[in-house]
């Protein structure tokens, strides 16, 4: 099990920075390919990024390549997302995922471990 709970969220510009925090809890977050999906108004959820269990390695949506950028921090059970260069069309609810044991960090399909999520709105 893992209980993830995110912050950093909010009304930011266009243009603007947000970092987004992940804190997780639980036995198998050190073996959890971590990630983060978002959901805008009338959208399904997508896809944001993703990280090894290990930090080594990360994967991106390609329209958010060079933008976001995904970490983590094993020693503190944290999970974040650095956001660049908002722009209005990044609005939408991030959401934290956890799949435990995931090796294969390029798979988008999420895994059975969500937050509750974090509004992040960018005004034009």
């Known amino acids: 099990q893992v209980q993830l709970v995110e912050s950093g969220g909010g009304l930011v510009q266009a243009g603007e920075s947000l970092r987004l925090s992940c804190a997780a809890s639980?036995?198998?977050?050190?073996?959890?390919?971590m990630g983060w999906f978002r959901q805008a108004p009338g959208k399904e959820r997508e896809f944001v990024a993703r990280?090894?269990?290990?930090?080594?390695?990360?994967y991106y949506a390609d329209s958010l390549k060079g933008r976001f950028t995904i970490s983590r921090d094993n020693a503190k059970n944290t999970v974040y997302l650095q956001m660049n260069s908002l722009k209005p069309e990044d609005t939408a609810v991030y959401y934290c995922?956890?799949?435990?044991?995931?090796?294969?960090?390029?798979?988008?399909?999420?895994?059975?471990?969500w937050g509750q999520g974090t509004q992040v709105t960018v005004s034009s």
């Open positions: 995922n956890a799949h435990p044991f995931l090796r294969v960090i390029t798979i988008m399909d999420p895994g059975p471990y």
């Open positions: 639980g036995r198998t977050f050190s073996s959890s390919a």
């Open positions: 990280i090894s269990w290990s930090g080594s390695y990360t």
